[in-house]
């Protein structure tokens, strides 16, 4: 059995070995070639951790007394692979970078391009800003203005009920601004 294991090992340690030169190559290669590199390593990945399997249910068949040996080389097997699919994941990253920034026509002057991009926001917000800012105060002024109209003609009609409408015009006055705050248009 531990022949078994061992020519386990030896086919993982080659194909590691590939695997890691593959994904070093990958960000330098042409779109197309790295197309087709990751694809290749994604199989080869997967290759790899049937490996890992086999190598497993070896290890478990494997005498309890020289079990110790094996597991700690699985385990070390086992941090190997996830450091490899961890950089194959990086690389990829950088692949998917490059493609983004060919798609959009990124050229080196993006810092520059954002900067502009953001001061013409941070202006366009502002505007915005000032803009609520005095159609609120023109709510609230209208609010107000309208309330004294209520309370003046209440006041006309019938003086007994003004202190009543008054108490309403106020409490419909603070609802406005309630309701005015709480869709934040201030």
């Given at each position: 059995?531990?022949?078994?294991?061992?020519?386990?090992?030896?086919?993982?340690?080659?194909?590691?070995?590939?695997?890691?030169?593959?994904?070093?190559?990958?960000?330098?290669?042409?779109?197309?070639?790295?197309?087709?590199?990751?694809?290749?390593?994604?199989?080869?990945?997967?290759?790899?951790?049937?490996?890992?399997?086999?190598?497993?249910?070896e290890v478990r068949e494997i005498p309890p007394q020289s079990r110790g040996m094996y597991s700690n080389r699985m385990r070390s097997y086992k941090q190997e692979m996830g450091k490899l699919e961890t950089d194959f994941k990086r690389s990829r990253i950088a692949y998917s970078d490059e493609v983004r920034n060919e798609l959009l026509g990124d050229d080196g002057n993006s810092s520059e391009n954002q900067r502009a991009h953001l001061l013409d926001n941070t202006e366009r917000l502002e505007r915005s800003s000032r803009r609520l800012e005095a159609g609120y105060q023109i709510a609230v002024e209208t609010g107000k203005n309208s309330e004294r109209e209520l309370q003046r003609r209440s006041r006309d009609s019938s003086p007994r009920c003004g202190l009543?409408?008054?108490?309403?015009?106020?409490?419909?006055?603070?609802?406005?601004?309630?309701?005015?705050?709480?869709?934040?248009i201030y």
């Open positions: 059995m531990s022949s078994d294991f061992e020519g386990y090992e030896q086919d993982f340690a080659v194909l590691t070995a590939e695997i890691t030169s593959k994904i070093s190559r990958v960000p330098r290669l042409p779109p197309d070639e790295k197309k087709q590199m990751v694809a290749h390593v994604e199989k080869q990945l997967e290759e790899a951790k049937e490996l890992l399997e086999q190598m497993d249910l009543h409408i008054g108490e309403t015009i106020g409490s419909l006055f603070a609802l406005i601004c309630f309701q005015v705050k709480r869709h934040d």
